[in-house]
């Protein structure tokens, strides 16, 4: 079992900045590949940035922007956020499992466990 803690959401101008982080607690097996999704209301959830070992993956709307990390002494992952624009506006929700094909590492459905979401509002 593990719990995942996210943070670092906020508000900010377009063109900021957020640094966004999500603590893993309990089984650290279980987080060996994680990943980044935000989700508006009503909408689906997407994916956002994935990572799994050292392999990282990107959705094309974020790239260039946006860096994942992971700290595996902290168990800690991380979603470095530049030049946020208005869209990026959404809840974000980190995601964890023991194995994510890397085909898979955009879907919501591949991923047992999750946070609770932090709220990033970006504008104009």
């Known amino acids: 079992q593990v719990q995942l803690v996210e943070s670092g959401g906020g508000s900010v101008q377009a063109g900021g900045s957020l640094r966004l982080s999500c603590v893993a607690f309990g089984d650290a097996y279980s987080t060996y590949c994680m990943g980044w999704f935000r989700q508006l209301p009503e909408k689906e959830r997407e994916g956002v940035a994935a990572i799994c070992d050292r392999d990282t993956r990107y959705a094309d709307s974020v790239k260039g922007r946006f860096t994942i990390s992971k700290d595996n002494a902290k168990n800690t992952l991380y979603l470095q956020m530049n030049t946020l624009k208005p869209e990026d506006t959404a809840m974000y929700y980190c995601?964890?499992?023991?194995?994510?094909?890397?085909?898979?590492?955009?879907?919501?459905?591949?991923?047992?466990?999750w946070g609770q979401g932090t709220q990033v509002t970006v504008s104009s």
């Open positions: 995601a964890s499992d023991s194995w994510v094909p890397r085909a898979d590492s955009g879907s919501p459905r591949a991923y047992g466990y």
